[in-house]
């Protein structure tokens, strides 16, 4: 028998669909902050080449390339297709401010990291009917139309998936991780992007870049151990009175598509989201009748990363809380340092970094070199981020994404999905754009048939084909 080793080199040169050859060219359409590490992190590759990067803003895109170390001259701002394929045949990177262009240059696969989720949805059926892999970023398309663009990718023999350096495929990757040594998972999860730092010395957290006077916290910064079944309950209710949100859009997106490419569900459709120290995690992310929160198992959640300033961070990273073989296993675990929790039943398994484009080459490279995805192998609509009216809108009101991914005027929860329908909850992100056509009152979800849709982008025809394909549902005309 050959022999070769289990390590992700010699596994991508055995399995590579393209042994000993050239690299793959490969290109960029959004040259923001992820986009931008990633063509950095590519020059350093031997297996990729960043050979065409496309951003609205082409100076923005020229930068990117010189920041990753392209000379002026090996970068050619390209006006249309036959003058961006000669400078590519020429070596040159080639940039341009057309992503439907891009799609038609010959490259293996392309990275879609606009965060506009109409954008994104038109780029990636661009490239996979032109045969091209698609990792996509922008998880404001991936929580709208994830299935069908993977079912679409599927039925061409090509890869649509999440993108490693962002929590969902790193999240499902554990996940998957888990299940494939047979481990339970109770619980999987990210922590928010800001950590919530306890300092003792005055007497204050601080998170999102603001500090709150918290002079009584210190009791519930790290209670007694020893508590009975139940007694989370009332150290999750202190602990949330802090004057911060505990969970943003960005957090129920991404666990909404952990939940459609794993089939783990949320809990209830806020997320618990409780603040919470990273020992902690395997007795909080527990069913009730252990002491945790949770109402089964299996189930998507996230946190808030309390902590001291000389602690650890975990802001951005992931997590899995699994069931232990047995309790001394468990306690084995718990022995060599592993958070537990107190009978060592279920213990937490993490990651806490995510590394925005500096990781996003390995989907690439599964994608140009194994055929395969960094997301799961079944995507299913499983669940939708929808919109709920915070306050009184009013007609003629138009819906935008602004900071932080938040459409004004909107709270987010996670709910089972339905096909589009006039009377169904619109999914959160299909309100990009869209203006109202009659007035909402504060309180329940925003319904497609409130808005204006235009029936002709991309988003909304591959969600109708989802819905009709996944759902058995006509959707919206």
Not at 167 to 179: F, K
Not at 210 to 235: K, L, Y
């Amino acid at each position: 028998m050959q022999e070769f080793s289990m390590n992700l080199e010699p596994i991508f040169k055995r399995f590579s669909l393209q042994a000993g050859g050239p690299p793959a060219r490969v290109g960029l359409v959004g040259a923001g902050e992820f986009g931008t590490t990633f063509v950095a992190q590519a020059r350093r590759m031997q297996q990729l080449q960043v050979a065409a990067l496309c951003d609205q803003n082409v100076e923005r895109a020229r930068k990117a390339a010189q920041d990753a170390g392209f000379e002026e001259s090996q970068v050619s701002v390209c006006a249309d297709l036959p003058q961006a394929v000669e400078a590519m045949s020429q070596g040159r990177v080639v940039i341009v401010d057309s992503a439907a262009l891009l799609a038609q240059l010959p490259t293996a696969a392309v990275l879609e990291a606009t965060g506009d989720p109409h954008a994104a949805a038109a780029t990636a059926q661009a490239c996979l009917e032109a045969g091209r892999h698609v990792v996509l970023a922008t998880k404001e398309a991936e929580i709208v139309v994830g299935a069908e663009l993977s079912r679409r990718a599927t039925a061409r023999g090509v890869v649509c998936a999440p993108v490693d350096g962002d929590q969902p495929s790193l999240l499902i990757g554990l996940v998957e991780w888990a299940r494939l040594l047979g481990l339970p998972v109770v619980a999987a999860g990210k922590s928010s992007e800001s950590d919530f730092v306890w300092n003792p010395a005055d007497g204050h957290i601080t998170a999102w870049g603001r500090s709150a006077n918290a002079p009584t916290f210190g009791p519930h910064f790290a209670p007694d151990p020893a508590r009975e079944p139940g007694a989370w309950s009332a150290t999750l209710a202190a602990r949330r009175l802090l004057p911060f949100d505990m969970t943003t859009v960005p957090d129920l997106c991404e666990m909404g598509i952990v939940a459609n490419h794993t089939g783990l569900m949320p809990d209830c459709e806020a997320l618990h989201a409780p603040l919470a120290r990273t020992v902690e995690l395997p007795a909080i992310f527990s069913p009730r009748a252990h002491g945790g929160v949770l109402g089964g198992t299996g189930r998507v959640d996230m946190f808030n990363c309390l902590r001291r300033p000389d602690e650890l961070s975990f802001a951005g990273g992931v997590f899995v809380v699994i069931e232990a073989p047995d309790l001394a296993t468990g306690r084995l675990f718990a022995a060599k340092g592993m958070p537990t929790c107190a009978d060592g039943r279920y213990v937490l398994i993490h990651n806490p970094v995510h590394l925005l484009g500096v990781e996003a080459a390995m989907s690439m490279l599964a994608a140009v070199q194994l055929g395969g995805s960094t997301g799961g192998s079944r995507v299913r609509p499983v669940v939708d981020l929808i919109g709920i009216a915070q306050r009184d809108l009013e007609v003629g009101e138009k819906f935008t994404i602004g900071v932080r991914h938040v459409i004004d005027g909107l709270q987010h929860v996670l709910r089972p999905a339905q096909a589009l329908g006039a009377d169904t909850p619109l999914p959160y992100y299909m309100a990009a754009g869209a203006r109202l056509v009659r007035p909402v009152l504060a309180g329940p979800p925003l319904r497609c048939g409130d808005v204006s849709l235009d029936n002709t982008t991309a988003l909304h025809r591959l969600r109708t084909a989802q819905d009709q394909h996944f759902l058995s549902a006509p959707g919206l005309a």
